[in-house]
């Protein structure tokens, strides 16, 4: 492992204190269970983490509070206090080891369980001891002259116990006790810890190497311990990495073994290290809690908060701030800006040259002190071209020569808002908010793509070109075109893009999205992998590290960095069904218990919340899964029904790496007494003997009834139909009678022509009528060809003053309805409305849709009204509106034979209250 020590860096890490809910800032120890949780030992008792929720476990008689030597074993969590007292939580409680007396035993006390779990190897100043936890029998296996020999540090591996002192150490397996003493007299001092992966145990036994055991040998390594120990300022081992590497701490910080002339994480008293299954280091702390660091090679800067960009030169990037620019880590400002100059927004190194381009309210060139200011406003990027550079800029595109300062003319190129450039083989690239354009030096501008809103541009070492845009995200250049790449949820907007070797970087909205150009795999660099933000304002890569200016500081990492989280997050949960948490081995519940709740858990604590659960519940209808995040873990069913139920649930972490196995759980809700089939066959026969009885009785009463009814149902039937026919039989006459009246009219007058044409339609009508006579019902295509006949022959006998107009939509010309029904009422219409109107007369016959098969007509007449023709009609004798009588009477025979028929009049008028026509709505 490299760490740079030219400049000052710490891994970036996050911390879990009080804020955050646990007790106590003061962390002894820590584990992570079998189950993925987190224990961890402070000095306010047992604490359970599970990702969401710190949980605080003490128990009556505790002689002190602080808990440490945590382990698991049997099903329990083990710990150990300061006064000696053995404790183990379990059914989510924590309880005393009462049958272990402590208190008459000397020194500090560390204890390990043999790999039967049933047997704990306790070790302290008076003596070793093994502790049979099912009778509760203590056996002595060190002599009582042995305590200046074994002390307290106590290690189980390959179903060997091993007591650790100054002067020697002791090994307890398959009941027979060995004691072995270091070479000579030598007093050294030891320690205990584990290796990364748990495995193997090691002990530092002298001050100069490691050692570890084989068999029953203590075998001293070639490893070295990092820092000699002065006496003074001991360092503690607290961790042994996968490449042999020490953490250690002291009052200074956190030290690694690459580099012990500085503190990793200065100021920090750590107690123990942890890697979790996620690769993600725990620090447990003295007085600041917990650290976490998701990724090592992840720096961050300190004192860098303020930093306003990184600015590139050929040395190393250096960080711009109010004060000027200076090296990454160092307070002392290199190069100091002139008072003038106190409005900076970004700046650019001229390469080979100190010279400094300078972005605010004005463009200026810093060079030896002295400062030339030119107008060009809100300089976006610029790029460099021998001894000259051209300029982005709100205004367009600027060429500057960078030979000397007193020759600086700035000359524009290209006009727009420009906000990056490059400078490339074929030209200048410019990207502009609409566009990405070919600038030539002399100001020759070809368009490349005018519908995309460029942000930023970068190329290889092979001149493949890559272009940021703000919503469409990361694309390529290829053949003189732009090439969009597939870009993740929250990279549709780039702001800036570096290339480096085989890789792309580009930032968008959620972190980095890191570009394998050989593979073609895209990994998102986010907060989960240790980003301390998403806001991040510039970029810029250095000797094989990518630096970031973010709005709480600078960090970097390498560009080859693997920051996918590949390891499956577990997934378990807990059940209620509403009265308290339940066992999962009931699987049997009530028709009463019919609602549950899952809350789901995971050991993976990376994600920073970005992880979701899957879940689906068998037999229950919808088979496919379903997505909830970790915020809402929480999954109820409420009131299911009698069955069988399989409930299973995935956790999904931030890369979309799932569970290997679904969590799941059966089980069945028994229906109630009165779902069940014996019920149901009592309850059948006993509606069968008394609908057999009912029937009977029933059988006999309907007989005579039916008789009756029968009966009088014919005899309506052939009421209504008789008075149909004789109705129909009626309008027929009526008809004819108006009809010769006319015909009559043309002869006297001598209109033989007139006459003539009148009789062939009339003839025509008649043909209709007599085939219609017959039918119960029409359709309203053949209503409306009977009509327009008849209209036909009242336009000629009325002239050109009278008007119709019939309406019928195409949908509606096959539905049914009553024969002869609809042209009285238009006869009435002509008859006492129209004919006594003087002027224009104005008819019209709407069809219309009611539901799926009914039919509403409207017929709107502009004649003199219902009042005015009864005045008219009082004067004459015997005067009888048969038309509209014998259509109310056919609609109030309809209905008695289970029609559903309306008629309706109205009378229009108009402002004044006079009188303007009249509108009859039939609907059938």
Request: with cysteine.
């Amino acid at each position: 492992m490299l760490w740079l020590s030219a400049v000052a860096q710490e891994p970036v890490f996050r911390t879990l204190t009080e804020d955050d809910g646990l007790p106590t800032n003061t962390v002894y120890d820590m584990l992570q269970a079998s189950d993925g949780t987190r224990w961890f030992g402070t000095s306010k008792g047992l604490v359970r983490y599970d990702g969401r929720t710190f949980r605080t476990y003490t128990t009556s008689g505790m002689k002190g509070s602080t808990c440490t030597h945590l382990l698991e074993g049997g099903g329990r969590i083990w710990c150990v206090n300061f006064a000696r007292q053995i404790f183990y939580w379990q059914n989510d409680t924590l309880q005393e080891l009462k049958d272990w007396n402590g208190a008459d035993k000397d020194g500090l006390l560390d204890i390990d369980l043999l790999s039967t779990d049933t047997s704990l190897i306790i070790g302290c100043g008076t003596g070793v001891f093994r502790f049979h936890i099912p009778t509760a029998n203590t056996q002595l296996l060190s002599d009582p002259a042995d305590s200046t020999l074994f002390m307290h540090q106590v290690i189980v591996s390959d179903e060997r116990a091993i007591a650790i002192g100054p002067k020697g150490w002791l090994t307890y397996s398959n009941g027979k006790t060995e004691r072995h003493r270091f070479a000579g007299e030598e007093t050294r001092f030891v320690q205990t810890l584990q290796l990364h992966d748990g495995k193997p145990h090691v002990a530092f036994v002298n001050e100069s190497n490691w050692s570890v055991f084989e068999g029953n040998t203590l075998k001293e390594t070639n490893v070295p311990i990092a820092v000699p120990v002065d006496g003074v300022a001991r360092y503690t081992l607290l961790q042994l990495d996968e490449d042999g590497n020490q953490w250690l701490t002291r009052k200074e910080g956190v030290f690694h073994s690459s580099d012990p002339s500085r503190p990793l994480l200065g100021g920090i008293s750590a107690s123990k290290i942890l890697k979790d299954r996620e690769r993600q280091l725990w620090v447990t702390t003295l007085h600041d809690g917990i650290l976490i660091i998701p990724n090592l090679l992840l720096w961050s800067y300190p004192k860098t908060e303020e930093a306003i960009d990184l600015v590139r030169t050929e040395n190393e990037p250096l960080l711009l701030t109010k004060n000027g620019i200076s090296a990454l880590g160092t307070e002392e400002v290199s190069v100091n800006f002139p008072t003038e100059i106190n409005d900076v927004n970004e700046v650019w190194k001229v390469p080979n040259r100190e010279q400094w381009l300078i972005s605010g309210k004005q463009f200026r060139v810093l060079e030896n002190g002295r400062v030339a200011s030119f107008g060009i406003g809100a300089v976006k990027d610029v790029a460099f071209a021998q001894d000259q550079c051209f300029i982005a800029s709100n205004e367009g595109v600027w060429r500057v020569s960078t030979s000397e300062l007193v020759k600086i003319a700035p000359e524009r190129i290209a006009s727009g808002r420009c906000l990056a450039v490059l400078n490339t083989e074929r030209g200048l690239l410019a990207g502009f908010d609409d566009a990405l354009n070919l600038v030539q030096t002399d100001g020759n501008t070809s368009t490349i793509d005018n519908s995309v809103y460029v942000n930023s541009i970068s190329s290889t070492a092979s001149n493949r070109v890559f272009i940021g845009t703000q919503g469409s995200g990361l694309m390529e250049l290829v053949d003189g075109k732009l090439k969009s790449i597939t870009s993740p949820v929250g990279f549709q907007n780039i702001q800036t893009v570096s290339c480096e070797g085989k890789f792309v970087f580009s930032v968008g909205d959620r972190g980095i999205l890191h570009l394998n150009l050989e593979s073609g795999n895209t990994t998102i660099i986010d907060r989960t992998d240790g980003l301390p933000t998403h806001d991040i304002t510039d970029m810029e890569i250095h000797n094989g590290r990518v630096f970031m200016s973010t709005s709480k500081g600078v960090c970097s990492f390498p560009i080859d960095i693997e920051a996918e989280n590949e390891t499956p997050p577990s997934i378990g949960f807990r059940l209620s069904n509403g009265s308290g948490w339940i066992s999962s081995n009931q699987t049997e519940f009530t028709y009463k218990q019919n609602t549950f709740l899952f809350d789901l858990t995971t050991d993976a604590t990376r994600h920073q919340g970005e992880l979701t659960f899957k879940y689906r519940l068998l037999g229950f209808g919808d088979d496919s899964w379903k997505v909830t995040s970790f915020s809402v873990p929480g999954i109820s069913f409420a009131n299911l029904p009698a069955g069988k139920y399989r409930f299973e649930a995935l956790a999904v972490n931030e890369d979309g790496v799932e569970s290997v196995e679904p969590a799941f759980y059966s089980f069945t809700i028994s229906p109630p007494f009165w779902q069940t089939w014996w019920f149901r066959l009592l309850m059948f026969l006993q509606a069968v003997l008394v609908l057999a009885l009912l029937f009977e009785w029933r059988r006999r009463v309907n007989a005579k009834k039916a008789v009756i009814a029968l009966e009088q149902s014919r005899m309506k039937e052939q009421l209504t139909s008789y008075q149909l026919k004789a109705l129909r039989a009626q309008m027929n006459p009526h008809f004819i009678f108006n009809a010769l009246n006319t015909l009559q009219r043309y002869i006297m007058t001598n209109d033989h022509h007139a006459a003539g044409e009148y009789l062939g339609r009339f003839s025509d009508l008649m043909r209709t009528f007599l085939s219609l006579s017959e039918k119960e019902t029409v359709t309203v295509a053949e209503e409306v060809e009977t009509l327009k006949l008849y209209l036909d022959i009242e336009k000629q006998r009325m002239g050109d003053e009278f008007h119709y107009q019939l309406d019928c939509p195409e949908e509606l010309e096959q539905r049914k309805l009553p024969s002869m029904l609809v042209q009285p009422i238009v006869e009435n219409a002509i008859k006492h409305g129209l004919l006594h109107r003087k002027g224009e007369k104005r008819l019209s016959v709407a069809f219309t849709s009611v539901g799926e098969n009914g039919v509403s007509v409207t017929v709107t007449d502009n004649g003199i009204g219902r009042e005015r023709s009864r005045e008219i009609n009082h004067h004459r004798e015997n005067h009888q509106s048969f038309g509209l009588k014998s259509v109310e009477e056919r609609i109030e025979l309809i209905n008695q034979s289970a029609g559903n028929a309306s008629i309706r009049i109205e009378d229009l008028k108009d402002g004044n209250g006079q009188a303007t026509g009249t509108r009859v709505i039939l609907q059938l």
